[in-house]
């Protein structure tokens, strides 16, 4: 076994300047975590009920009473701590450093001695822990804790919650596996794999990769775990049979949880897409920490067919509401869909390992693309007020239809399932991250987001310096602040047509992988030019998908846009786009940013029947457009983002 992966620098060692991602990151660490944190102490009036911290007290034994909410309700409280852990590594805070404490010594009483937590079985039978994998959500709660205890360990170097987490690992490892007496058993819910990773990271210790390969490798084997626990529960197997491959559209039992096949075998993204994700990440991961070439192919496999087609515009995946689940190839309505927050979230992960393990522009394209789009989408421009689903039409009155109750026309302060803030917060204190690579003496940069990396290479440290005003302008310096011989690539966006890369008047072409490579000894000083055409331009649709038939989406660089009623009236259906240029306009509300206008119609009826033989009236409109990550902080409204055109 080898490893033969990139690595990002530690966030301590990046300084994110971007006036863009800066307001973003400032909201989440000053307002997003204290919210957060309020919130799932039950300290804010008006928003749903968490109960998650009162569950860890009762588990404690330092109150008395029944379990609240989900039974994955922990996790809740593990993507805050693990947010805080990024956080902490960035800006030191001690007063978040003793909340963050008091939470771990929580962890601490409320776990058993043989490494066990999870509250729910904790509290209400904790005779029933293992018996059902396929619905409650223990290892997937176990994974967020793992993530959050590295993450929190870095930042702090203290080791307490980390000691905790490895004991909650020591004791999977010893419940599951191949070996005599242990269960063969997988998680319902991906994540348990990403946690062990990346506790094997942080510790070295290889029976941590080895568990997170074995729950990868036993997925899909026959018979079924799912259905080996279901009969030792008395639980009759067509029942869940009969009910999700109705949700799903296919006879395939458990395709919901990705355990139809034997995850090699899998050549279409089904079930639900954060769970397919997740899954996705872990095989990406573990394929390059073992040099696995045939689970390598296999995660190549899911994700061109995620991306190639069922991945909308935004990045946003997982169209069908039944089931938070992709449905089938080209099937993405822009109305009823889902494209859960989470789900975006879990694609930006996938694209990083992926990349990790063979770096593609491709990969950072759709990287790109979930940031500035449909994840950012999912929280407010105040950062406490949340959206779960992404719809890329909106119509306030349709939401009041029973199949589309689940699309949210306004923020929400809170979920019952919250799994979604929490899950933007650790995203984008962690944001760092996904900014640099390194292998040997390359340095990768992948997103264009101003900061300052000090990065080490085999000859010694260097420091990158990248400023610029990206997305809404498209050029940028890279300085070499320290000197040093190095292969700088710089990745162009498979969006940007035109671009110019240049150091010392010599100018750089791209290569076959997306990106531009500079192999070079700089000076202290030496300064790459960077350029990308950010012209806005149409989008069209693949004809086989009847959704977007005659429509067109506006973007600019990076950027998504789409009408709102604030800026364009109601009955946005009735407006059409023009074959006219795209004019930008700066403006500073919802927010500082650049909309775009374009000349449009209005069709009009021509008298008030339902049904009339005449024509419509069509009269001249200017259309305009805001980035779609800023919708909906304005009140209620329409918006839309594929629009007639003509």
Known sequence: MEENLLRSPDLKDIRI???????????AQNISIDYMWKAINDEIEG????????????????????????????????????????????????????????????????????????????????????????DMHELYVAGHMMEAACAYCKATGKRKVLDIACRFADHICTVFGPGEGQKKGIPGHQEVELGLLRLYGVTGNRKYLEQAKFFLDERGQQPCYFDTEAADRGEKKETYEKAWSRVQGRDLPYNYQQAHKPVREQKEAVGHAVRCCYMLSAMAECAGLTGDESLDAAAETLWRDITEKQMYLTAGVGSQSDGESFSFDYDLP????????????ALLMSAKRLFERLPRSSYEDV??????????????????????????????????????????????????????????????????????SRKDDTVYLNQYIASEARISLPGGDTVLELK????????????????????????????????????????????ANGYVYLREA???????????DMTPRKVYCSANVPFNAGRAALTRGPLVYCMEEADNGKQLWNLKMTDSAVSEQRRSEPEEMIALTIPGLREESAEGALYTARKKTVTPKELTFIPYYAWCNRGEGEMQVWVRDE
Not at 17 to 27: P, S, Y
Not at 480 to 496: F, H, M, T
């Open 17 to 27: 300047t971007d006036a863009f991602w800066r307001k973003r990151i400032d909201v």
């Open 47 to 134: 928003i749903t009920p968490s109960g998650c911290m009162r569950n860890f007290r009762i588990a404690a034994g330092l109150e008395k009473g029944d379990f609240y909410g989900f039974q994955f309700q922990d996790s809740d409280l593990y993507k805050w701590l693990e947010a805080v852990g990024y956080s902490l590594q960035t800006k030191p805070d001690s007063e978040l450093e003793a909340r963050a404490d008091s939470a771990i010594d929580l962890m601490e009483k409320a776990q058993l001695d043989d490494g066990y937590l999870d509250t729910y079985y904790i509290i209400k039978d904790i005779g029933k822990r293992w018996t059902c994998l396929r």
């Open 334 to 345: 822009n109305d009823r869909m889902y494209n859960e927050t989470c789900a975006s979230i």
């Open 367 to 436: 990287a790109e693309r979930a940031l500035f789009n449909g994840i950012l989408s999912g929280i407010s421009l105040d950062g406490t007020r949340f959206f779960y689903c992404n719809p890329m039409e909106v119509w306030p009155e349709r939401a009041k239809r029973r199949a589309d109750m689940h699309i949210d026309t306004v923020r929400q302060g809170w979920y019952g399932c919250a799994c979604c803030p929490t899950n933007v917060l650790r995203t984008l204190t962690g944001l760092g991250a996904y900014i640099w």
């Open 468 to 511: 610029g005003s990206y997305p809404y302008s498209g050029k940028m310096t890279l300085t070499v602040r320290e000197a040093a011989s190095l292969n700088l690539a710089l990745r162009i966006p498979g969006w940007c047509e035109s671009f110019r890369v240049s150091c010392g008047g010599r100018e750089y072409e791209r290569s």
């Open 522 to 532: 700089f000076a202290a000083g030496a300064v790459i030019s960077i350029e990308l």
